[in-house]
């Protein structure tokens, strides 16, 4: 299930947190309200524990995480004094960490409640036998509908959305733009004419930063909504292997065409093969790069290595070859959950400290510990009045319906060594048509994994 | 390897090792002192082999397992970075072997000689085997960054070109191989030492009577002398090629792409993916390899052994 892989994992490490945005309107609907919930009444948090109760966090193991969980225990201890949150920041980031979910899982060592990925990879833990159910939670109808069948199965409704939602798209400087006199590109041939111009300036036009492996991926992953704005039903039909839903065939080629032409054209750092994210995002806030193809929820990195500067960067979608179906990719945010091994008071304790977190005290600590880079999912949580100009950008873009979700909010494949294949064309190692056709494969692999129908 | 490593000592100890040939009799205690050995090996060797054979045939989520026949070999033999794996194991394999037995026998060669220091001198080559290979990795990373590493703004500051180490792929593998040597060197130089320390002063002296060179010395004397310890430092470091692993995660993660991509790299980054069934069927493809290379390898061994 690898779905959402690493590209959200990692920039969740990063970055600290995602959310989801509330208009979008693309996908999704039908598992709204009732019909997702179908959690036992008798155990919902309507019920008044009678002891003082411990209950535990798991959180991922970088210090921004830790923080974070920091801030919520502390937070709900005080809203609900017989309760004591511990934190266990022991989650690995990316892959190990997945593998780290499921086998706690699988042997009933899950802690009480546990923040992970929404979409593909929350279908991957099984939730129906592992997770408790939350559709019967009172702030269930506060919950933004697509997000809703992000943490459904066809049985139930599982998790409680924490952070906010994130776009994938070009972070640029807007201040190197004004200077030039560019303005956003809406075609991938604006795009690099304003790339050219940016290079006789004698800026950076294109920033890459294959020192963080999981960092190539944007041009492919983050320009997804462009494949579902050109072919709305593209998701369902690579789903279920229909050959004309290929990364080797357009629409999705672009996304692979459009990283070997920045490489080819001159357009990178010359250091992209060993450049950090960290340290890409800097040269960007500090105007000797103009365009980094990226997540918007990196931003909060630049908070803290550039404060002054963070209102400098904008986010523009990744233009698409034809302008009319250029889109803002838009990744919903993680949640919070609950595993049945977790019972009696704890339980109790445990949907209590779920239900405070998007509480207005709770989402009042999210914006203090979590840089929102994005709209919330739930209505309870606002923004505060002031955002950077990556949130109010893509904001914009949402609210003008010129956003869609990321593919891994709509189909469970992502081929493991995307972010390699990426790197060899990207590299000049292999060409785009080469590289589009081994992540074919790798795809299959994985859903063959999956056991997914029609791809035996 | 116990066998292997005997092979270092002098001709002298081979009549000990003879003994074991010998039938056997009686023992002096009773056979379940045995039992709680065997217990633990059960538990935590035999058992999960087995097991690992039976995953291997199934697609395993960790929540359940569906058996699925031999998809996975099928799958794991298709996957197209096998053969590149397979390749730059083997490239990896021979050049980091062959170049600490030529690289360990001069430094042995030199420090088992007349030289000021000796003592310093050996724990210094020696030193780098200790340092945890994780640790080698990540300094070397830095060090030979391309752009902020202190390697590359040495050659900078006197004119010479600033490769990319670990970036270009063209010399990643080759890079890693090179840190895997300077770590590994000393253990090759180790046993060596041993086995020339071993060799019986009167034939050099002789030879020195007949009015040999120095270098006719090495050649006739020393080369053909050590080649125990030769066999030994071929093998170690053969195997120790072939399955190694953590020091290219360490540096390169296999990449840039897949230029620096191993067997154990192919199939980590499967498990990495949540392909628990495939990459199992993955890790009982290399058992059979090994076993395939080991057998012949520790048999020749043997026999060498008998022909001292």
Not at chain 1, 311 to 317: E, M, Q, T
Request: net charge neutral; aromatic share 10%; charged share 15%.
């Amino acid at each position: 299930m690898k779905l959402a892989p690493r590209i959200t994992r990692s920039a969740l490490a990063v970055g600290g947190v995602a959310v989801l945005i509330a208009s979008l309107t693309g996908c999704s609907g039908g598992l709204g309200g009732g019909s997702a919930s179908t959690g036992d009444k008798s155990v919902t948090s309507n019920s008044d524990l009678q002891h003082d109760t411990t209950i535990t966090l798991l959180t991922g193991n970088d210090p921004a995480s830790i923080a974070q969980g920091k801030a919520y225990a502390d937070g709900f201890h005080k809203a609900e004094p017989k309760v004591t949150v511990k934190i266990d920041g022991s989650k690995p980031a990316g892959g190990d960490g997945d593998n780290y979910v499921k086998t706690k899982l699988s042997t009933g060592d899950m802690d009480d409640v546990f923040l992970y990925n929404s979409g593909s990879l929350f279908q991957a833990l099984d939730p129906d036998k592992t997770l408790q159910p939350l559709g019967n939670e009172p702030w269930v109808e506060d919950v933004d509908a697509n997000f809703k069948t992000t943490v459904s199965t066809s049985k139930g409704f599982y998790g409680a959305p924490v952070g906010t939602s994130f776009a994938g798209g070009v972070l640029y400087n807007k201040k190197v733009y004004a200077k030039l006199g560019l303005s956003v590109p809406t075609t991938w041939a604006q795009f690099l004419a304003n790339s050219k111009k940016i290079k006789a300036a004698g800026i950076t036009p294109v920033l890459q930063t294959y020192g963080d492996t999981w960092t190539a991926q944007l041009f492919v992953l983050g320009s997804f909504a462009n494949i579902s704005a050109a072919d709305s039903s593209w998701a369902k039909q690579y789903t279920a292997n229909d050959a004309s839903a290929k990364y080797a065939k357009q629409p999705a080629l672009e996304g692979f065409q459009h990283t070997q032409q920045v490489h080819d054209l001159g357009l990178l750092n010359k250091d992209y093969a060993a450049l950090t994210n960290v340290n890409g995002l800097k040269e960007l806030a500090e105007g000797k790069a103009a365009q980094y193809p990226m997540l918007g929820v990196v931003i909060s990195n630049v908070q803290q290595s550039n404060p002054d500067q963070v209102n400098d960067i904008g986010i523009f979608p990744l233009p698409a070859d034809n302008g009319a179906d250029t889109r803002l990719t838009v990744w919903e945010p993680g949640a919070a959950y609950i595993p049945t091994s977790t019972t009696g008071d704890k339980l109790i304790a445990a949907k209590k400290f779920v239900a405070w977190m998007n509480s207005s005290a709770g989402c009042a600590v999210q914006n203090k510990v979590v840089a929102p880079s994005g709209p919330y999912s739930i209505s309870t949580c606002k923004l505060p009045s002031t955002v950077n100009t990556v949130v109010s950008d893509t904001q914009q873009y949402v609210q003008q319906g010129k956003a869609g979700v990321a593919l891994e909010f709509l189909s469970a494949i992502k081929g493991p060594n995307l972010e390699k294949i990426l790197i060899q064309v990207g590299s000049g190692i292999s060409t785009a048509a080469q590289g589009a056709a081994l992540y074919d494969e790798d795809v299959k692999k994985q859903a063959q994994q999956l056991g997914l129908s029609g791809w035996n | 390897m116990t066998t292997t490593t005997t092979q270092a000592l002098p001709p002298a100890s081979a009549g000990l090792l003879r003994q074991r040939y010998r039938p056997r009799t009686r023992s002096a205690y009773p056979m379940w002192f045995f039992l709680p050995a065997v217990a633990l090996y059960v538990v935590f060797f035999a058992i999960p082999t087995f097991a690992s054979f039976y995953f291997s045939l199934t697609r395993w989520t960790l929540f359940d397992t569906t058996f699925i026949g031999f998809g996975n070999f099928v799958a794991f033999l298709q996957d197209p970075q096998l053969i590149n794996g397979f390749v730059h194991t083997f490239e990896y394999g021979f050049v980091t072997s062959a170049a600490k037995v030529v690289l360990g026998f001069l430094l042995a060669l030199f420090l088992t000689g007349p030289v000021i220091a000796r003592g310093y001198l050996r724990a210094v080559i020696f030193f780098p085997v200790l340092v945890s290979t994780i640790g080698v990795g990540i300094v070397f990373k830095n060090l030979l960054d391309p752009f902020h590493g202190m390697v590359n703004a040495l050659l900078g500051a006197v004119g010479l070109p600033q490769p990319g180490w670990f970036t270009d792929p063209n010399m990643a593998l080759w890079t890693i191989a090179g840190v895997d040597v300077w770590k590994g060197i000393g253990i090759a130089t180790l046993i060596f030492m041993a086995g020339i320390v071993a060799i019986p002063q009167e034939y050099y002296e002789a030879a020195r009577m007949d009015g040999a060179s120095s270098w006719r010395l090495v050649r006739t004397i020393t080369i053909p002398l050590s080649r125990p310890a030769m066999a030994t430092v071929v093998i170690l470091s053969l195997i120790g090629g072939l399955r190694s692993f953590d020091i290219i995660w360490a540096t390169t993660g296999g990449g840039p792409g897949f230029t620096s991509d191993v067997i154990a790299s192919v199939i980590y980054k499967e498990y990495q993916a949540g392909f628990f069934g495939l990459s199992t069927a993955g890790n009982v493809v290399l058992f059979i390899v090994v076993t395939a290379v080991m057998v012949p390898v520790s048999w020749l061994l043997n026999r060498k052994q008998v022909d001292l």
